[in-house]
């Protein structure tokens, strides 16, 4: 009996453990594509500007959120209040973090790492394809993101790049989604946070 | 040598341009400040628009808002984004009043030196009364077109923020025309105000979220 216990136990929480959900119940399959690629900051002729609404265990957070392309795998991300006092500057340039600047009240290592985390993903251009799932109407890439994995997902017929999930091996992280009405522009960006009580909401400015 | 004559000419020019604005003497500034309390004492409310330039030096662009913002004497002040977004804080007591989009909050600033002292530069600033604020070591400049008040912060805190602070002032009526924070990095936020309407009625009712 007690045996029988155990076994199950450990079954059960061996299934759970091993099981993401974020490709629970698709299909892997074969796959062509060697990089995928998020176009949404990859223009560096465009300042990408958007107000943005952050809610932090109850509590509201206004600014505006500014990325530039600087060169190739380098961006600058600037996060402002809207009387345009910086809260802070970051900058990524391949594997290098620099941070310019950061509010007193902000510069604490885990505000840091969530940030450089969440707009690591955010900016991240193009990775390296692990492996492919299928949906009804999406293909989604798993990439490697240091110890975690990105799961793009791309609507099939558009191939528009419509979330990305940030994951460890068995635990979602983060999700980020994008509306686009315009090609390679994203309108409107959520980035949510499943371990933390975080969300981020980001509009873009529209045009004069 | 085409070049070097190209160089002189802008050296000629640019010292040219430089010297339009000069630093107050010691009488003038007595008198500037005079004129600008005296115009603070008899300013009851204001209303304006403004428009706010915030210049990162890499970007291509400005990040340009707008909206409008209305002050009522003591210390009553209401900003209201209007483009691209709707975004507005009111000043009122110790706290700040915020209406992001729909979404309101409150913040106190009772227990914030920083904010109060924020507080009170945005009040002060607005008026253009700020000249005996012993936190800033001031000094002053004119040009044929404006008189100016540069303010940089003693306190390391504020410095973090803000390394000056300038106001431009109309020369007629001594008013604030601009509003200019400039960065440690150099980067700024600049805010123009214009369409200014002095001293009519401003129910209290504006400043409720």
Redesign the interface.
């Known amino acids: 009996m007690i045996r029988f216990l155990a076994i199950s136990f450990l079954s059960i929480f061996g299934l759970a453990s091993c099981s993401l959900k974020t490709t629970e119940g698709l299909r892997q399959v074969h796959f062509n594509k060697v990089d995928v690629e998020n176009p949404y900051f990859s223009n560096s002729?465009i300042?990408y500007?958007y107000?943005a609404?952050i809610e932090v265990y109850k509590?509201?957070l206004?600014g505006?959120l500014?990325v530039?392309k600087?060169g190739p795998e380098n961006h600058?991300i600037?996060f402002?209040t809207?009387?345009?006092?910086?809260l802070f500057?970051f900058q990524f340039e391949g594997d290098t973090f620099i941070k310019?600047?950061i509010?007193?009240d902000l510069d604490k290592k885990f505000i840091v790492n969530i940030l450089k985390d969440d707009f690591k993903v955010l900016v991240n251009e193009s990775s390296k394809v692990l492996e492919v799932y299928e949906s009804k109407n999406e293909r989604i890439y798993k990439t490697q993101a240091d110890k975690n994995f990105n799961f793009y997902f791309l609507e099939d017929r558009s191939e528009k790049l419509k979330k990305i999930v940030n994951t460890t091996k068995t635990k979602e992280k983060v999700e980020i989604d994008f509306i686009s009405s315009e090609d390679n522009i994203a309108d409107i960006i959520a980035i949510k946070h499943n371990n933390i009580k975080l969300t981020i909401d980001l509009?873009k400015?529209?045009k004069? | 040598m085409r070049n070097y004559f190209l160089l002189l000419f802008f050296i000629v020019i640019g010292s040219s341009i430089q010297a339009q604005e000069n630093a107050m003497s010691a009488s003038e500034i007595t008198s500037f400040k005079e004129k600008v309390i005296a115009t603070a004492k008899t300013t009851k409310t204001i209303k304006t628009d403004f428009v706010?330039y915030?210049h990162?030096d890499?970007?291509?662009?400005d990040?340009?808002?707008s909206g409008k913002m209305v002050f009522k004497a003591p210390n009553l002040v209401k900003?209201e984004?209007t483009n691209?977004?709707k975004?507005s804080?009111i000043f009122k007591e110790d706290q700040l009043l915020?209406n992001?989009?729909g979404?309101k909050?409150k913040v106190d600033i009772g227990n914030s030196k920083l904010f109060k002292k924020l507080n009170q530069l945005i009040v002060n600033s607005v008026k253009g009364n700020m000249f005996n604020d012993a936190d800033f070591t001031v000094s002053f400049f004119k040009s044929s077109k404006y008189n100016k008040a540069v303010f940089i912060p003693k306190d390391k805190?504020i410095a973090?923020?803000?390394a000056s602070f300038e106001l431009l002032f109309n020369k007629n009526d001594a008013q604030v025309y601009e509003v200019k924070?400039i960065?440690p990095?150099q980067?700024f936020?600049r805010i123009i105000f214009s369409n200014r309407d002095l001293n009519n009625t401003v129910d209290d009712s504006i400043f409720s979220n």
């Open positions: 002729e300042d500007v107000k609404k509590k509201n206004g505006i500014i530039k600087l600058r600037v402002t809207e009387f345009g006092s910086k500057d310019h600047f509010a007193e509009e400015f529209k004069e | 706010q915030k990162l890499f970007l291509a662009n990040v340009k808002t900003w984004y691209p977004y975004y804080v915020i992001d989009g979404t909050s805190k973090s923020y803000i924070m960065e990095s980067d936020t």
